[in-house]
């Protein structure tokens, strides 16, 4: 499942995506078995939102699992197994840390950083980049 705004990436995912299965399946890496070939399906028309799984189109389809892409409510499916996966938004890790540094000092006040999926793969960096900035001052 695409949301809206990655619907513009969905064509190269699923050939990323069909040459893994085609190259796990000539070297035997893939497959339970069977010589059935896998089907790809995009599915872009939100029914409920972006962030929901949408398990009774994927039903439609016959699919034996939906992978979502992008923002998610992470509502448990019932019938259907769901892979996620968020994505990686772009950050300026070090103007991102220099600007809690300066509210943290000018304020006097503890901070709380919430975050998005899409940036939890920069939260460790964005969090020593604040103790080095704070150690040094």
């Given at each position: 499942?695409?949301?809206?705004?990655?619907?513009?990436?969905?064509?190269?995912?699923?050939?990323?995506l069909r040459d893994r299965l085609e190259?796990?399946?000539?070297?035997?890496?893939?497959?339970?078995?069977?010589?059935?070939?896998?089907?790809?399906?995009?599915?872009?028309?939100?029914?409920?939102?972006?962030?929901?799984?949408?398990?009774?189109?994927?039903?439609?389809?016959?699919?034996?699992?939906?992978?979502?892409?992008?923002?998610?409510?992470?509502?448990?499916?019932?019938?259907?197994p769901a892979f996620f996966v968020f994505?990686?938004?772009?950050?300026?890790?070090?103007?991102?840390?220099?600007?809690?540094?300066?509210?943290?000092?000018?304020?006097?006040?503890?901070?709380?950083?919430?975050?998005?999926?899409?940036y939890s793969y920069t939260m460790q960096?964005?969090?020593?980049?604040?103790?080095?900035?704070?150690?040094?001052?």
């Amino acid at each position: 499942m695409f949301p809206d705004e990655l619907l513009k990436d969905a064509t190269q995912v699923v050939k990323a995506l069909r040459d893994r299965l085609e190259a796990g399946s000539e070297s035997g890496r893939v497959g339970s078995g069977d010589d059935r070939e896998v089907g790809l399906f995009v599915m872009a028309d939100t029914t409920y939102g972006s962030c929901c799984v949408d398990e009774v189109g994927a039903s439609r389809i016959d699919a034996d699992c939906v992978v979502h892409y992008g923002h998610t409510c992470l509502i448990p499916t019932s019938n259907l197994p769901a892979f996620f996966v968020f994505g990686k938004a772009p950050i300026n890790i070090s103007n991102c840390a220099e600007n809690l540094s300066t509210y943290v000092l000018t304020q006097g006040k503890h901070i709380m950083v919430l975050f998005g999926l899409e940036y939890s793969y920069t939260m460790q960096k964005i969090k020593e980049a604040l103790m080095l900035g704070l150690e040094s001052t």
